[in-house]
């Protein structure tokens, strides 16, 4: 077979795409498993990356880890999987269990933080982030720092005034700010043509005076390509980048939601067949890179780290009680 | 030592505070070139530059949210809040992100912020520059509140906040601007957060005050001297959290006591503090607890009489004085 080495023209080693390939399965099967856990009573909640893998990893990827700042959403499981955090601290964020980096189990999954990562606390009120990735980049900018910020966030919450606020406040400051919609088609229930009358939100850009990109969000190598353009446009001081990366959310939007209400079966069917895992795994075997010895194992090495995270992380004992009163203020 | 007015203690705080710490900046709308509609920023884009005294786009979310981004980053970030009338569209900001940040992320992440606000009527500013919103953050832990009265302690104060590892809003009484002047020390010193003050001593009852209303606190205190009657003034300078301490002593002290606020009286900041002088120290009183506060009514009028009508002055604070001191 003689596809072409697309990863190779976008500065992407063979390696380098087999750990892609890696995070993008092992955030899927955190996500599965703990749906699993979900309906067995074992947790309270759940709230997917499923279907959104390729564009959070292809994205993270192109970002420099322990350098860049990240201000995510909660769906972003394959990003912060590749900016350091393990199955085992996000089973314990599901589980609640204080050993969780994110909150101490103090907050839903999917509320992901941690300093040592660069990644900013976030909360459930959506886009709230957007404006703190602003905060974070005028401070480097004050400090003459050489990061990025990179915020993401649904498409619907592109509605938000915390989303033109920020993207406004960016662009007058000509900051290194990556805005990442991930546009999964669904606000819960509530389908892209009730949400955005404008054809895509990456036309929002040119409101504030910078490029919108749109870009097929189920292609990893693609989303390195933008975001990478948009790191170093940033880093010039060229300021924001907004980028449209278009998906399709595959599961409900989380374990208290029944997506049978709003979108027929037939259409979820029809974007399994473009799901990104699988058209990723197609790819690296049609160009050679993985083979089925290769794909076995990493599914195996999964597999024994979510077997492993979730055992830890069940056993793993709760924080007293009396805890709660903590860190309303410092010290 | 010199004596200077509110708004210019309000402006040597951040002035010291720049000068010391070069992660202190300031932000918010016609902050710079301007130097605040108020004049609080005034002189500071000359000595610190646009870096540091940022004229923003006109979105107050953006403003604290900007601010908030910064603060976590390790920045100390002093925003303006125009009027605290406009403070609304950055409510979701200060309540759900800054005063969250250490509690949800388990103490790795903190926020030391300070938004400042210019709150009070009596300046014909009419319902939208006129309001006093602090009862609508008064029970939001995680933030602290502070509305000092005096340009001493607003020196000393501004300086604590900005210093202050987790996200202070500092309500500045817009009429104390350049009506109230004092003594102001010009070298560095920081009040505590969260301590309430004595603003003058007595035995017969308890005034307890924030803000203006305790200047006419102050004044009629004075009269009722002339009378015969010593009134004991409390001034509790942080409204969140509450120096419970201060106003159970004070309290106890005379055994009757009058809260008085601008603010609107059902929900404001009185009723929690009549709520702890009931828990702590009942038995102590001599008189039902009094409040004199703005009517409830949505806000400030435009016109002269209907503002006077809602504003609280010295004659007014005398009688509620009075009639509480002949209970």
Redo the contacts between chains.
Sequence with gaps: MTTTKRHEEAGLTDQQVLDMYYYMLLARKIDERQWLLNRAGKVPFVISCQGQEAAQVGAAFALQKGHDYLCPYYRDLGLVLVFGQTARDCMLSAFAKPEDPNSGGRQMPGHFGGRKWNILTGSSPVTTQVPHAVGIALAGKMQKKDFVVYTSFGEGSSNQGDFHEGANFAGVHKLPVIFFCENNKYAISVPLKKQLACESVADRAIGYGFKGVRVDGNDPIEVYRVVKEARERGLRGEGPTLIEAVMYRLVPHSSDDDDRTYRTREEVEEAKKKDPILLFAQYLKECGVMDEAQEQAIAERVQQEVDEATEYAENAPYAAPESALLHVYGE | MAVISFIDAVTMAMREEMRRDPNV?VLGEDVGVRGGVFRATAGLIEEFGE??VID??L?E??I????????????R?IAEIQFADFIM?AV??IV??AA???????????CPLTIRAPFGGGVHGALYHSQSVEAMFNST??L?IVAPSTPYDAKGLLKAAIRD??PVLFFEHKRCYRLIKGEVPEDDYVLPIGKADVKREGTDITVISYGLTLHFALQAAEKLAQEGISAHILDLRTLYPLDKEAIVEAASKTGKVLIIHEDNKEGGIGGEVAAIIAEHCLFDLDAPIKRLAGPDIPAMPYSPPLEKFFMLNPDKVYEAMRELAYF
């Design positions: 900046f870096e540091r923003t786009p979105a979310s953006a604290v949210g900007v601010a908030i981004g910064a603060a976590a980053y390790g920045m970030p569209p979701n900001q759900s992100e969250k940040m250490r509690y949800r992320s388990n103490n790795d992440w903190h832990p995680g602290k590892n987790d």
